[in-house]
């Protein structure tokens, strides 16, 4: 049984705070599980340019980081019968596509690994529409493939989101926000963890600063997309933090996200709570599609259902990582993953963000081989 002794969680806590006083970011946020249990729970800096200091319990943005619970909430609906992995979406969502369309075979397992041929499309950029979500089954109902549904892996910005949120509406008779709340944060105690914010809540997320051309390590070239700074205004707006967006705007702290990775690196289950059965958990994190050129992210990818995997050289897991490791990025601010090997789940969380990936990959993977190099000492 690996662990960390007090001398580790000095060492680790010095490269933490070394991150934060070379200014990578304003405020963070780090926790570690090893065989469930909270070994890290590190803070520090403040919660926005201006603000207050950031402590273990300051909410953040988790940006696409919320996408695995919403994966998980659809595939507890297929453990039931409810829905089949290889179920064509129009089984469930009949208005998704014209029948014998190339839109209608597209199936939930494919929309779960990225390769359901709709990565993106104009309602990305539909910020004033991402709160109603009569638009955004409209716009979901009315986009095309722009790759043959199950051919190219592609990063599904949004639409992820959007398309796995819509069936667990279709499925469960229950919003996303909500299936979510009862049926994945609740059973687990991640009370801090929502997917944005409810109507009667104050607005206590902490504030994104995006950094600027002149703070990069590097000049990224094309491709970028939107630039750091238009994304933290986007994402500050507090309309923002209350529309339900099950790809991009789930709050929570590194804690909750650590203790749902050791949940998921343990089979699913954590303290007599299980979310999902063991099995599911291995074809979950199980690598399902991979390519070399991401047809959005513009670099070489690996998908399981819902989660990303990794061994792939700078993928953020780690320097040198294995296929058998699962987690996610969110928008070069936060990075998750879970080792069933190692029962480890790990959070690291920031309000920086850096657009540009190789920066992000860069420092992430230091903290997560921080910590893969402390547990092997053990």
Known sequence: MSSFSEHDRE????????????GLHHGAQLAVYVDGELVVDFAGGIDGPDGEPTTPETRHLIFSCTKPYAGVGLQQLIETGKAAYDDPIVKHWPEFAEEDSQKADITIQQILSHT??????????????????????????????????????AYHTFN??????????????????????????????????????????????????????????????EGLGIPASDSAAVFNREDIHRAVIPAANGI???????????????????????????????????THAET????????????????????????MFGSVSTEEMFGHAG????????????????????NGIREESYEHAARVSGMSDSVRLLLNES
């Not at 716009?139 to 199950?150: L, S, T």
């Not at 709570?273 to 979950?284: F, G, H, M, P, Y």
């Not at 992210?297 to 819902?306: D, N, Q």
């Not at 928008?331 to 790990?346: E, N, P, T």
């Open 252 to 286: 929570g702290t590194a804690r909750n996200l650590a203790r749902f990775y050791a949940c998921m690196a343990n089979g699913g289950e954590l303290d007599g709570t299980r979310l999902l059965e063991s099995d599911t958990v291995e074809k979950a994190t199980t």
């Open 331 to 350: 928008l070069g601010s936060v990075f998750v993953w879970g080792d069933s090997k190692s029962d480890v789940g790990f959070a690291y969380v920031t």
């Open 160 to 221: 992820y989101g959007w398309i796995v949120g819509e069936l667990i509406h279709r499925i469960s008779g229950h919003p996303v926000d909500e299936y979510v709340a009862e049926n994945v944060f609740e059973p687990l105690g991640l009370e801090q963890s929502s997917i944005g914010l409810d109507e009667d809540e104050p607005d206590d997320v902490a504030t994104l600063a995006g950094f600027e051309v002149f703070d990069r390590c590097r000049d990224p070239g």
């Open 11 to 22: 060492r680790l806590r010095a490269e933490f705070d070394r991150q934060l006083d070379v």
């Open 292 to 315: 070399d050129s991401d047809g959005t992210l513009s670099r070489p990818a690996r998908y399981g259902l819902g989660f990303w995997t990794g061994g792939l050289a700078n993928d």
């Open 116 to 153: 359901a041929g709709v990565p993106y499309g104009d309602f990305d950029e539909a910020v004033e529409e991402w709160s109603d979500w009569d638009s955004v089954v409209e716009a979901m109902e009315g986009i095309d493939p722009v790759f043959e549904p199950g051919e190219q892996p």
